[in-house]
C-alpha cells in the first residue's frame, strides 16, 4: 500500500542552526503534502499546506520564515526549520494521500534544540 | 469550520474486555471523512478505520468498528477484546472531501490504557 516516509526521525541541534526534514511519499505521486507540529500530549496542528511547484500555504500563527517549505517534486516536500530555537523542539509529522478516503502519515521527526 | 471533540483525556480498560472512545464533530459541509489513529509512544500515526459521510454501514476493521450516528455528529470508536498492545494515543480526525485533498483536522485525543 501506500507509504510516506520521513528523515529524520530525531534530530538533535544547537540553537541557530538549521535543520531540515523530508517527506516522501514511496508509491505514489503526492502534489500536496501537509505538515502538522505537535507539542508533548498534546494533539496535532497544522503547519502548512505544502503544494508541489508553487508556494507553501501557512496556516496563521505560523512563520514563513522560519519554517521553509519546499515541494520541488512530486513525491518530495521538505520543511527547514531555520535558526531554530528552545522553542522550537518539537514532534513534525507531515501527511500525504492518494484519495481523500485515506491519509498517511510520516515516521515523524523529534527535534530537540540545545 | 470543522471541529472535533473528544471528551475522555484517558480511558482504562480491563485486557480482554470492549471499550468506547468517544468523538463528536461539527461541519457545515455534506461530505466528509472520519478518521481514527492509533499513537504509541513511538509517535508514529496508525491509522485504524475510516468512515465517510454518506456510508450506510458502519465501518469495521478487524477488532475496530465505527459507529457512526450521523444525526448526532458523533462517531464513536469500539475496540472489542482490547490487548495491552492496544495501550496508546487515540485520535479522531476529519476532512472535507469535495474539495479536492484537504488536510485532517484532529481531536485532542484520549489515553487508553490497558490493565491486565
Known amino acids: 500500500g501506500a507509504v510516506v516516509s520521513q528523515h529524520p526521525s530525531r534530530v538533535i541541534c544547537k540553537s541557530g542552526t538549521s535543520v531540515k526534514i523530508e517527506c516522501r511519499s514511496l508509491?505514489?505521486?503526492?502534489?500536496?503534502m501537509f505538515w502538522y507540529r505537535q507539542f508533548p500530549k498534546k494533539s496535532l496542528m497544522l503547519m502548512a499546506t505544502?503544494?508541489?511547484?508553487?508556494?507553501?500555504?501557512?496556516e496563521q500563527g505560523v512563520e514563513k520564515d522560519k519554517f521553509l517549505i519546499n515541494h520541488a517534486s512530486l513525491t518530495l516536500s521538505t520543511l527547514t526549520v531555520t535558526s531554530a530555537h528552545p522553542e522550537d523542539s518539537s514532534f513534525y509529522i507531515c501527511?500525504?494521500?492518494?484519495?481523500?478516503?485515506?491519509?498517511?502519515f510520516g515516521q515523524g521527526t523529534r527535534l530537540t534544540v540545545v | 469550520a470543522q471541529k472535533i471533540t473528544q471528551t475522555q483525556p484517558g480511558m482504562f480498560v480491563q485486557e480482554k474486555e470492549a471499550v468506547t472512545l468517544d468523538c463528536t464533530y461539527d461541519?457545515?459541509?455534506?461530505?466528509?471523512?472520519l478518521f481514527w489513529y492509533k499513537q504509541p509512544s513511538s509517535g508514529e500515526m496508525i491509522f485504524l478505520i475510516y468512515?465517510?459521510?454518506?456510508?450506510?454501514q458502519n465501518a469495521t476493521e478487524g477488532r475496530y468498528s465505527l459507529n457512526f450516528q450521523k444525526a448526532r455528529k458523533s462517531a464513536n470508536l469500539v475496540i472489542s477484546a482490547s490487548q495491552l498492545g492496544d495501550s496508546a494515543m487515540y485520535f479522531c480526525?476529519?476532512?472535507?472531501?469535495?474539495?479536492?485533498?484537504?488536510?485532517?483536522?484532529f481531536g485532542k485525543g484520549t489515553r487508553l490504557s490497558v490493565i491486565a
Open positions: 501527511s500525504a494521500s492518494q484519495r481523500n478516503t485515506e491519509a498517511f
Open positions: 508509491d505514489f505521486q503526492a502534489t500536496t
Open positions: 505544502s503544494n508541489e511547484g508553487s508556494k507553501a500555504t501557512y
Open positions: 461541519t457545515s459541509d455534506p461530505s466528509y471523512g
Open positions: 468512515q465517510g459521510s454518506y456510508d450506510q
Open positions: 480526525a476529519m476532512r472535507e472531501v469535495d474539495r479536492g485533498n484537504t488536510p485532517l483536522v
